[in-house]
């Protein structure tokens, strides 16, 4: 064999150990020559059993994710799956590590399974948008029973093997080597003579058929209505394998997994993925170390914002040391701290010991020498470029030498705060959108003169925090703001073609934003800097008439205890129809559809990310998508603007920028980007490397 296995026979059994480092990928090679191997030992009359294991530190980290979309090379993993299943002499697979994915799949394949004690199992492909194609909704079930295959197809959360739950799929679990225990159970098989295992022929995780129906019920309404092509096939093929007879339901996989890994839905998730890997791989992270970050300091203001931060490094485990610009701030962010901690005890989340622990890792005063120890401080206090500047010069004076200091203000000039307080190697800007979503972006703003440390400093912290940090250079309005504030006036020229803010707002939440463009609007703020436009933009005009967005309780919406996203108020379509009525250069009003509401946003989405690529503040249109989608409640499931840009088609969508452009708004003008990318026959996706 060649070095992708090693073919060795001991007392009987042939020992196949896959050389694919460094996880054991089940590519076609590999696949190749675990099936020669296979029947050579078939073919062994000294041959009596066959054990399957990883050489390395795990048996397998699954498929081979560049096949997907291709056609896929024999023998494919559920000829090879098969081929062991059926086998004539027990293969035992020798578990190590943490195995992912197709690696369980031929896991699940073998007769017998003998795990190490620390390995874990997970089939996280359904965050890729991919279901198992080589039997694992069929062979799992059967070890397992619905509620076990479920958790672990759906959640792809790592599960120890060795967890009781798990009991069904493991054989023994080795006190010390797993591949000598597995050689020994090998051993034993064959002198008691112990005839191979099909799981294809278990049927104990269909004992209980109604807490299996159960279990397919309960997960069914967990799975959210959009964007789930994935977890609504892996449902079906789980649902039906106590039904179908094993060969008919797993052909009904098959043809499930073919025909999502050809999908929009797959190839966007794999998009957002490989996004996020690039992401996380700034020119900055990968040239320089960062300095440890064990004390965090945070000059807050009175929004909530300063104390998500101190919340987020607290249960990172940081000591977290909390300034103010006034006393009165300093008190609101206490007791927002406070409340929120003691929320994590309300709601199960913590015990009351753990809450009083981190609790004695927090400091509050009023003094910014506080601060002096500090190893990263992060001012947040969000009164404008001046306070800013203020606050920074004071902590130029307390702090040491190699405090990375970072200003969250999209709005900041770092170069010339650099030069204003003398520490322009050691400031970033910082950008995390507050809008409360599941994930949030936070975009490191990187000045002309920001040293590498300070960058990946800011980059491991943030990590650290939860978030999900990229790179971009210093820009006012930083990047997904920006991009969002161009979505914000693109809706605000379809009101002066008919459209209603309401219905445009629900176009778009159907389509799968967490939110349309005038509820992002209020979030952020009506008077955020990407937001700012001419004065009698309708943004600007509710903000002169102090409605200025959530945080004010009025903006488009109206918010109450009742509404705390937002009701429909019949104040601001007054205000709409009022600022037609004054609109000097009125245009014709149009029949505006749901499709035409999509197709415009979304072009002046892309047309905004094309021209911050062709400013340099976005490395990559990758970024912008990772920037949307963590930061925006942009849908992951659609990949981000610049990538549906590309599955639209750039010639389609810049001839609806033309045509929307001949309506006189400025916002609609294609980037030259776009004329670049046609004229070369390429897409934005080939930009992000």
Request: with cysteine; charged share 20%.
């Amino acid at each position: 064999m060649s070095q992708l296995l090693n073919y060795t026979v001991e007392g009987g059994v042939a020992i196949l150990s896959m050389n694919n480092p460094p996880s054991n990928a089940l590519t076609a090679p590999l696949r190749a020559e675990i099936l020669a191997a296979l029947t050579d030992a078939l073919d062994d009359k000294m041959v009596g059993a066959v054990v399957l294991r990883g050489v390395g530190e795990t048996f397998s980290g699954g498929r081979d994710y560049s096949e997907l979309g291709k056609p896929i090379a024999t023998p494919t993993l559920w000829e090879l799956c098969d081929a062991i299943e059926l086998a004539p002499k027990p293969v035992v697979a020798a578990l190590s590590g943490v195995v992912l994915g197709a690696g369980v799949e031929l896991a699940l394949a073998c007769h017998y399974r003998v795990v190490d004690r620390q390995t874990k199992l997970a089939m996280p492909e359904v965050a890729l948008g991919v279901t198992p194609g080589a039997g694992g909704t069929q062979r799992a079930p059967r070890l397992l029973g619905a509620q076990t295959t479920l958790e672990l197809l759906l959640s792809g959360a790592l599960k120890p093997a060795a967890a009781p739950e798990m009991a069904g799929m493991v054989d023994e679990i080795a006190q010390e080597d797993v591949g000598e225990a597995a050689i020994l159970f090998a051993l034993r098989c064959i002198a008691q003579y112990r005839s191979p295992r099909p799981t294809r022929d278990v049927s104990e995780g269909f004992a209980d058929y109604a807490a299996f129906n159960a279990a397919v019920t309960h997960w069914q309404g967990r799975i959210p209505t959009q964007g789930q092509e994935a977890a609504e096939a892996i449902l079906e093929s789980v649902q039906a394998a106590p039904v179908l007879p094993f060969e008919v339901a797993q052909s009904f996989e098959r043809e499930r997994f073919e025909a999502i890994v050809k999908g929009e839905q797959c190839r966007a998730l794999q998009h957002v993925a490989l996004a996020e890997r690039r992401a996380s791989r700034a020119p900055e992270v990968r040239n320089a170390a960062p300095r440890k970050v064990q004390k965090l300091g945070l000059v807050a203001g009175r929004a909530r914002l300063g104390a998500d931060i101190a919340l987020a490094a607290l249960k990172a485990g940081l000591h977290v040391i909390v300034s103010a610009e006034s006393r009165p701030a300093l008190e609101i962010a206490g007791k927002r701290i406070a409340s929120m901690l003691e929320r994590q005890v309300t709601q199960g989340h913590w015990q009351p010991a753990r809450r009083d622990e981190v609790m004695r890792a927090l400091t509050l005063s009023p003094d910014l020498v506080a601060l002096q120890d500090a190893d990263m401080v992060i001012e947040a206090v969000g009164l404008g470029p001046e306070v800013s500047r203020q606050i920074l010069t004071q902590l130029d004076a307390i702090v040491e030498d190699r405090t990375v200091l970072a200003v969250h203000d999209p709005a900041a000039q770092l170069d010339q705060l650099g030069q204003a307080i003398g520490m322009a190697e050691d400031l970033v800007g910082l950008y995390i959108p507050n809008l409360h979503l599941r994930t949030a972006s936070c975009e490191v703003a990187v000045g002309g003169a920001s040293g590498a440390e300070a960058v990946a400093t800011s980059f491991a912290a943030m990590s650290k925090l939860g978030y999900m940090p990229l790179r971009t250079a210093a820009h006012a309005g930083g990047l997904g703001q920006t991009v969002v504030g161009a979505c914000v006036r693109a809706a605000e020229d379809l009101l002066r073609l008919g459209a209603n803010p309401y219905e445009i707002d629900r176009v778009m939440r159907q389509w799968g934003m967490a939110r349309g463009p005038f509820q992002l609007a209020d979030a952020i703020g009506l008077n955020a800097q990407g937001l700012r436009a001419a004065d009698a933009g309708f943004c600007r005009v509710l903000y002169k008439l102090a409605r200025e967005g959530r945080d004010s309780r009025l903006g488009w919406y109206r918010y109450d205890a009742a509404h705390p996203m937002g009701a429909e108020d019949p104040d601001t379509l007054r205000v709409v129809e009022a600022v037609l009525r004054e609109d000097p250069q009125p245009v014709a009003k149009m029949g505006i559809t749901g499709a035409d509401i999509e197709r415009s946003l979304l072009a002046a989405m892309a047309n905004a990310g094309a021209r911050l690529l062709r400013l340099g503040v976005a490395g990559k249109p990758s970024d912008i998508d990772v920037a949307l989608i963590h930061g925006f409640g942009f849908p992951r499931w659609r990949g981000g603007p610049m990538h549906v840009a590309d599955s639209y088609g750039l010639i389609a969508m810049r001839a609806h920028l033309r045509a929307m452009a001949m309506h006189g708004a400025a916002i609609w003008q294609p980037e030259p980007l776009f004329d670049t990318l046609i004229k070369n026959g390429r897409g934005f996706g080939a930009l992000s490397g």
